[in-house]
C-alpha cells in the first residue's frame, strides 16, 4: 500500500540507487539519479521563495528530465502544470493565462514568451540537475494539496485545468497496484502517451510507485511506422499502456505477436472505445496476455472501472463493457433530474470518491456545472452515458454532446461507430455529421481505412459495406449516406482518432 507517492519513489532510490526507472530506447537512468536531480531542483525552487502551493508550469516530451522535474516540483511543495512539446503556440499562451503560474521550466526550449512568468531555460535546468544537494522533503505535496493540473483539450472555448490531488492519485496508484489488475512485480511499462495526457499517469504512475522502469517511445518514433515497427520489439516489454488507436495501428503489423514480444503480458486501455474486433484481434495475437478495458474522466483521475477482457466476454458482450467500479468509487446512472436509473436503462454516468477532482483551476462557474451536490454528496457529473446491468459491469452509451438528430432520429455517434468496426471490410471507421446552412445534420458521413479488399471501385466496396450493415443489428437510419476512403484517420496528440479534425473538413 502506497501511503506517499513521494517517499515511494524515493525509497527505491535509498534502497536500491542502480535500479532503472526510465529507459528511453537504450539510454537509462537510476532512481538514483531520479532522488538527485529531483532534490537538486526543490532545493532551488525553495530558494525562488515562490508563492507556495502555486503551480509551475512544465514544457517538454517523452524524457527522463520530465519526470524529475515533476517530482522536484512536488518535493518543494507545489502542482506541476505539464505541456508537451507538440502543442499549438496558442495553446501554451493560453495556459500560462489560465493557470498563472509562480513559474516555468523549460525542460525542452520553448517555443514563446510567456509575459512575466519567470522561466528556467534548458540550460538553467541542466546545471540544476548537475548538483547534489542533501534535501529534507519536509513541506512536499500531500493530502488534499494539488499534486498536477491536466488542462483537457477544451472543445467549448478555453481549455479547463484539472486539478488532481495527491489523495485523488493515491487512490488511483494503489488501485492499480491492487490485485485488480495483478501487475507483473518491476514491470517495464511502455511509457507512449505524453505527459500532459492523463493516460500517461497509468503508465508512470504504478510503474514508478513500484519500483519498475518506464520504457519512453516518443512523438517521432510512433509517427514514422517504418521506425516505430523496428523500435518496438527492441523495448523488452511486459506492461502495454495506450489508447485503443495506437495499438490498432501496431496491429497493422504482422510481428506485432506473442513470439516477437515474449514478455508482454498485460495491455491496458483507457482514453477512449475498445472496440470488439480490437480486442478479437489482440486476443488471437497474445493468446497468453490479459487485455484490461478501463474508464474514467481526467476528473475522477484517469479511470475508475476496469473488466478484464476474456474469451467469455468476447462471446457475451458483442459492445465491450466498460468494467466493474473500483471498490473505493460510487458510480450511478440516472436520469436529467439527476435521479437513480434501474439497472439496465440507460442514463448520465455519476462519479464520486477519493479520486475525483476538487475541480477547475480558476473557474469557479465550470467546477459549479460539472460537480454537483446529490444528496448531500458532491459528485461529477461525467457527461457519458452508460448503462449499469444486473452483474455490476457497466457499459459505455457514447457522450451526452455526440448525440445528433438526423430525420428526426436521435443517433449516437459512437453507436455509428461501433457498428462500422465490427464491418469485416472497415479497418478503422468514424461517422461524422454534414450540417445545412440551417446549422441542421443534413447527411452522416463516413471516413474509412478500408481492410485489404478485392473490389474494383469504391461504389463496390461501398455497396459491399452497406449490406453488410443492413443485414446486421445497425437500424437503417444510422447507416451514413456517403462513405470516404482514407489511408488513414487523423489523430489527436493524444493518440485518439480525432474526430472533431474530420468534422471541421466535413463542413469546411
Same mark, same amino acid.
Given at each position: ?280 484481434? =489482440? #486476443?488471437?495475437?497474445?493468446?497468453? @496476455?490479459?487485455? $484490461?478495458? &478501463? ?7 484517469? +479511470? ?56 477547475? =483551476? #480558476?473557474?469557479?462557474?465550470?467546477? @459549479?456545472?460539472? $460537480?454537483? &451536490? ?7 457529473? +461525467? ?44 479497418q478503422v471507421g468514424v461517422a461524422v455529421p454534414r450540417y445545412d446552412r440551417n446549422h441542421k445534420v443534413s447527411q452522416l458521413i463516413a471516413w474509412i481505412v478500408p481492410s485489404t479488399h478485392e473490389f474494383d471501385t469504391d461504389l463496390e466496396l461501398t455497396k459491399a459495406i452497406k449490406e453488410n450493415l443492413q443485414g446486421g443489428d445497425m437500424m437503417e437510419y444510422m447507416i451514413p449516406q456517403r462513405f470516404v476512403y482514407k489511408e488513414s484517420l487523423p489523430m489527436t496528440p493524444n493518440g485518439k482518432v480525432d474526430i472533431k479534425s474530420i468534422i471541421a473538413?466535413?463542413?469546411?
Open positions: 500500500m502506497v501511503r506517499n507517492m513521494i517517499t515511494a519513489m524515493d525509497q527505491w532510490a535509498l534502497n536500491d540507487p542502480e535500479r532503472l526507472a526510465y529507459d528511453d530506447l537504450g539510454h537509462t537512468n537510476t532512481y538514483g539519479e531520479l532522488k538527485q536531480r529531483s532534490d537538486a531542483l526543490a532545493a532551488h525552487l525553495d530558494q525562488m521563495h515562490l508563492p507556495a502551493h502555486a503551480p509551475i508550469m512544465v514544457y517538454g516530451g517523452q524524457t527522463f528530465d520530465m519526470m524529475a522535474t515533476f517530482l522536484g516540483i512536488v518535493k518543494s511543495g507545489h502542482a506541476y502544470v505539464p505541456i508537451d512539446t507538440h502543442s499549438p503556440l496558442e495553446r501554451i499562451t493560453t495556459i500560462n493565462e489560465i493557470a498563472e503560474p509562480a513559474a516555468a521550466i523549460a525542460v525542452s526550449e520553448l517555443p514563446t514568451t510567456l509575459g512575466e512568468t519567470p522561466v528556467i531555460t534548458p540550460t538553467q535546468l541542466e546545471q540544476i540537475f548537475s548538483q547534489s544537494v542533501d534535501y529534507q522533503v519536509d513541506h512536499g505535496v500531500s493530502g488534499d494539496e494539488t499534486y498536477y493540473i491536466i488542462f483537457t483539450s477544451g472543445t467549448t472555448g478555453k481549455p479547463k485545468g484539472v486539478q488532481i490531488s495527491h489523495t485523488n492519485l493515491l487512490s488511483y496508484v494503489n488501485w492499480m497496484l491492487s490485485e485488480d489488475f495483478d501487475l507483473p512485480e518491476r514491470p517495464r511499462t511502455l511509457s507512449q502517451a505524453p505527459y500532459s495526457f492523463d493516460l500517461s499517469v497509468m503508465d508512470w504512475g504504478p510503474t514508478l510507485a513500484g519500483g519498475g522502469t518506464l520504457v519512453a517511445l516518443s512523438k517521432q518514433v510512433t509517427d514514422n511506422f517504418k521506425m516505430l515497427f523496428e523500435t518496438l520489439p527492441t523495448m523488452d516489454l511486459n506492461v502495454w499502456v495506450s489508447t485503443p488507436s495506437f495499438v490498432d495501428i501496431c496491429l497493422m503489423e504482422p510481428t506485432f505477436d506473442a513470439a516477437h514480444y515474449p514478455n508482454l503480458s498485460r495491455f491496458l486501455f483507457c482514453g477512449e472505445e475498445l472496440t470488439h474486433a480490437t480486442a478479437v484481434n =489482440l #486476443h488471437q495475437r497474445f493468446p497468453e @496476455a490479459r487485455i $484490461f478495458n &478501463t474508464y474514467g474522466p481526467t476528473e475522477t483521475t484517469v +479511470a475508475v472501472t476496469q473488466v478484464e477482457i476474456t474469451e467469455q466476454i468476447l462471446a457475451d458482450y458483442p459492445r465491450l463493457p466498460i468494467g466493474f467500479t473500483k471498490a473505493d468509487t460510487d458510480i450511478q446512472v440516472v436520469d436529467e433530474q439527476l435521479r437513480p436509473l434501474p439497472a439496465g436503462t440507460e442514463g448520465e454516468i455519476l462519479i464520486s470518491g477519493p479520486s475525483m477532482s476538487k475541480g477547475y =483551476l #480558476h473557474n469557479p462557474e465550470k467546477t @459549479a456545472k460539472a $460537480f454537483v &451536490t446529490v444528496n448531500g454528496q458532491t459528485v461529477y457529473r +461525467a457527461g457519458d452515458l452508460g448503462v449499469q446491468l444486473g452483474n455490476g459491469l457497466i457499459m459505455y452509451r457514447g457522450r451526452t454532446d455526440f448525440q445528433i438528430k438526423l430525420h428526426g432520429y436521435r443517433i449516437e455517434l459512437e453507436e455509428v461507430n461501433h457498428y462500422l468496426s465490427q464491418e469485416a471490410h472497415i473538413e466535413v463542413n469546411h
